[in-house]
């Protein structure tokens, strides 16, 4: 039943070493001791974080090199070789499996009936086992393709409060929703204004700016974290994660970072009262791109 | 052979006892047995396994305190720079146990060293398991449990870090959303 073969050379350390050997253990097992207890006190005293680690690290450490110091110098040491051992069974042990199951059928007629019947059955809970796969919830359809903007739709503040353009300036950036739609994860819009609309370049949309005012989507088109960093001086927008810089005045094309696409511009006008609108949705998919966006 | 039996001390006693119930001297000795190769490199294996555990009791003493809620509160804990702040649930009872739960610290703090190491030696003995072909017949089931359990590993550490709602996990939740 045991197929070790300890073959081979078996040596007993040196006597002068064992005492050394024994006294590592022992200077380490009592260390860990006194360092437990003194673990105890502090925690007891009102505990200081940086105590209790470095007296945790001595208790434990102390069993381990204690312990580790034992087996190294004292345990017999030296080569030994073990033969493989069979993995697959013996060909006794095949044929008394192989009994044992053929013992237990009994004089049945229609086996192979019984067995179709018995996979049908199991196949059959395991189709039905599959069903409440629907309850993760509906497919996203169409969801992805648009936004809540639509012509009309005010912006609105995270506060949500309609905003105009003299409430915001030069070099600063406001975050908005639709009215009705706020915190909304898929149409986080910025408000950037710059100095001159002269400086609005294509693949900036001008009809689609006020004044000086462009609104962009917020998801970058990377992998989707909010574009919330603002360089005013080069009116470049930066997001976080991957450093993907997108040009204000260009459209918010990428000039650095994975980001491939541009920022979607929303179309943005004023209405009656003076207060900032979407004049349509985004013409294309915000965000990341996913599977069937081309379509 | 007629050496009188060995004395029936305590600890000969418990055993015994043992093994009428479990038979374990057939295991011990393949146990003791066992031939195992001396090289440092084998032992990383057991640094995943000993960080593991670590991570298991460290985290059981940190779910004691830990609330999983995202419900808006106010801190009013020790740590002034936070106080008045309004934040989650969730984040308030990790910065309370930073400050207000005696060796909370602590335990954080090695429940997430343990976990960087954990994936790191994992990593690490995955490499020398490959390097040195202990993969092959008849260990390929043991590969492949290896592997699924980086990957285990791999999101457990994700959700973990996630739970603090904190600047990382909200980044890194965001970044997981979006893919």
């Known amino acids: 039943m045991d197929d070790t073969e300890a073959v081979g050379t078996k040596h007993e350390p040196p006597a002068s070493s064992a005492a050394s050997g024994e006294r590592i253990v022992i200077v380490a097992f009592t260390a860990s001791m006194i360092a437990a207890l003194a673990l105890a006190v502090v925690y007891w005293r009102g505990g200081q974080p940086q105590l209790e680690g470095v007296l945790l690290a001595v208790s434990l450490g102390g069993i381990g090199v204690g312990m580790v110091v034992w087996a190294k110098r004292f345990l017999p040491a030296g080569e030994i070789t073990e033969e493989r051992g069979r993995m697959a069974s013996t060909d006794e042990e095949v044929a008394s499996f192989t009994q044992a199951f053929e013992q237990g059928e009994q004089a049945i007629q229609r086996r192979a009936l019984l067995l179709k019947l018995l996979g049908g059955a199991v196949g059959a809970l395991g189709i039905a086992a599959l069903f409440p796969i629907r309850s993760l919830g509906p497919r996203p359809g169409r969801g992805l393709f648009d936004t809540a903007f639509r012509n009309g739709v005010r912006l609105m503040t995270v506060d949500n409060e309609p905003i105009r353009p003299e409430d915001l300036s030069v070099g600063g950036v406001v975050t908005v929703w639709p009215e009705g739609h706020v915190g909304e994860p898929d149409s986080p819009t910025l408000l950037v204004k710059v100095e001159d609309p002269e400086l609005f370049r294509p693949p900036t949309v001008a009809r689609w700016t006020v004044g000086g005012i462009v609104a962009y989507s917020k998801l970058c088109t990377h992998t989707g974290c909010p574009v919330g960093l603002y360089q005013a001086r080069e009116r470049l927008l930066l997001c976080p994660c991957h450093q993907s810089t997108f040009d204000v005045v260009e459209g918010a094309k990428p000039i650095f970072g994975p980001a491939t696409r541009p920022l979607p511009q929303l179309p943005i006008g004023l209405n009656q009262a003076g207060e900032l609108v979407s004049t349509g949705d985004y013409r294309e998919p915000v965000g990341p791109g996913f599977w069937n966006r081309g379509r | ?179």
């Open chain 2, 1 to 179: 052979m007629n050496q009188p039996p060995p004395r029936a001390t305590r600890p000969r006693r418990v055993a015994r006892w043992v093994d009428d119930r479990l038979g374990t001297a057939y295991l011990a000795t393949k146990a003791l047995r066992k031939v195992f190769p001396d090289h440092w490199s084998f032992m990383i294996g057991e640094l995943s396994l000993y960080s593991f555990v670590i991570l298991v009791v460290t985290g059981v003493y940190l779910t004691f305190f830990f609330d999983p809620s995202q419900a808006e509160t106010t801190y009013r804990g020790s740590y002034e720079a936070l106080r008045g702040v309004e934040m989650t649930a969730a984040y308030r009872s990790a910065v309370e146990l930073s400050f207000d739960v005696r060796a909370g610290l602590v335990m954080r703090q090695i429940h997430h060293w343990a976990a960087l190491l954990f994936l790191a030696t994992m990593v690490v003995h995955m490499a020398r398991v490959f390097f040195t072909g202990a993969f092959r017949r008849p260990r390929e089931i043991n590969w492949m449990v290896g592997v699924t359990l980086l990957i285990l590993a791999v999101f457990n550490g994700f959700s973990g870090y996630s739970l603090l709602d904190d600047q990382l996990s909200g980044t890194g939740l965001r970044i997981g959303y979006s893919i």
